[in-house]
């Protein structure tokens, strides 16, 4: 399906098929790998996956240039905020690592032209990892990711090398499907649980729509397992500790659900920018259809962390009556939890899991190792303070 850079539309299909052979071909002359001597342009540095690319690419590799796009905060200057999220890197940050303050959503990245300018005469490949993930509803992020993608593949096609355009999407533009495992040839649904997934979907239109080099990546669900850093705990695991207020809850043991540790997404990132070639343009990164965790077993491992045997039922979501929320969901602080965990529900209970079959296929020994989810939760957890979930489930 076509769409007009200007009028992204819904995609149904997954094209997925055309090979990336001529990418690393093309700058094998120079390095062995996809970062030495490399000028690589970087967006979503502050965030959980930017952020470990960032580091893991600094920590093992030698780029002739990294330019960060980000965003200053408060006080914190763009540049003070990717050092701080850069602590615990354990290599120095490097002269070419090169900090910009950018804003995706506006005109030429937010960019002076001097700066706009050097970036496209120099870069070979971007690695756009920002996004909006909010999962909120009329907030601005159907509209904001789709103007991000806009904006820096406007970028891309200035560049005088025809840079690798490397999308960080994400397995859940799929849209709303039940039980299924899904291949990226699978056609996506229409209908979505949030304006986000749909948001990913429709950028993705507009990538391969673009007439750059392209390589799109798919996580699942990817958890912050070996950082210390708060946000990221509770960026997708703030409803967890809810859990252990009620007695009960519309979930459906059973279901599977695709859950990653950032380490095992950043280095598939890794392994294949550093294939000689790709046969696909798109990969799932997920823990596919054999090594999913259990909603069942998520809950689980919450009882054992926190030592208290609650939810003591999860109702399959179909038998869940008005009479069970009348039962299970009394006081103010289970009304207030079980509202925001109605977001979250339908990907809870959706018992889907996405093949990586394409990704172990393209990487063979090279594929990341897969930690269970049990060796690396409860240090999550520990972050995460019932009274924080409260707090988080309070925000609009
Ligand atoms: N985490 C997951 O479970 C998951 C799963 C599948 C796919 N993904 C995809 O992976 C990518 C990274 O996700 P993440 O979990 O790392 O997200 P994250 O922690 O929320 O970080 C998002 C990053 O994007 C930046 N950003 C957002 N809007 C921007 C804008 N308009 N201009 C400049 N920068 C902007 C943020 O900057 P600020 O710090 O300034 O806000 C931050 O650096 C996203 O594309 C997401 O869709 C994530």
Redesign the pocket.
């Known amino acids: 399906m076509h769409s007009s850079p200007t009028t992204p539309a819904p995609y149904s299909t997954f094209p997925g098929t055309e090979g990336l052979s001529t990418f690393n071909a093309g700058l094998s002359a120079a390095s062995p790998n996809a970062f030495d001597g490399r000028n690589i342009l970087l ?9 470990e690319l960032l580091k893991a690419i600094i920590e093992r590799y030698n780029p002739n240039a990294i330019y960060t ?3 200053g ?1 408060h006080n914190a200057t763009p540049e003070s ?1 990717v050092v701080t999220r850069l602590a615990h890197c354990t290599k120095s940050i490097p002269e070419s690592l090169q900090v910009i303050e ?4 506006t005109a030429n ?2 960019l002076n032209p001097q700066v706009y300018k050097t970036i496209c005469d120099t870069t070979e490949v971007i690695l ?6 909010s999962f909120l509803d009329g907030a601005g992020v159907l509209e ?2 789709i103007e ?1 993608v806009r904006n820096i593949l406007e970028m891309a096609k200035q560049c005088a090398k025809m840079p690798l355009f490397v999308y ?5 533009n799929v849209g709303q499907v039940q039980s299924r495992t899904i291949c990226e040839s699978d056609d996506a649904e229409t209908e979505h649980h949030n304006e ?1 997934t749909q948001s ?1 979907g429709m950028a993705e239109a507009l990538v391969r729509a673009s007439g750059l080099p392209y390589l799109i990546l ?6 912050s397992a070996g950082i210390t850093d708060q946000t ?1 705990a509770k ?2 695991l703030w409803c967890a500790p809810l859990f252990t207020l009620f007695n009960a809850l519309p979930m459906n043991a059973d279901s599977r659900i695709d859950v990653i540790p ?1 380490s095992y997404v950043t280095d598939s990132i890794i392994e294949l920018l550093n294939q000689p070639s790709l046969e696909h343009d798109c990969y799932y990164i997920s823990a596919g259809a054999h090594n999913c965790t259990l909603a069942g077993e998520v809950v689980r491992l919450v009882k054992e962390f926190y030592a208290i045997d609650c939810p003591k039922a999860l109702v399959h979501p179909d038998k869940w009556t008005g009479a069970d929320y009348k039962q299970y969901v009394k006081n103010s602080d289970q009304r207030k939890a079980f509202f925001a965990l109605r977001y979250y529900f339908p990907f809870i209970n959706m018992d889907v899991a996405y093949s990586n079959e394409r990704l172990k296929q393209q990487l063979k020994d090279r594929m990341p190792a897969l930690p269970p989810l049990s060796s690396y939760l409860a240090p999550l957890l520990q972050q995460i303070p019932v009274s924080l979930s409260l707090a988080e489930a309070a925000r609009p």
């Open positions: 967006t979503g540095a502050t965030g959980l996956i930017g952020g796009l980000a965003r905060r905020r950018g804003e995706l959503t990245c937010g756009h990892c920002a996004a909006d993930t904001a990711n991000s960080v999407s994400t397995a859940a986000y990913k798919r996580p699942s669900i990817v958890l990221f960026s997708i950032v």
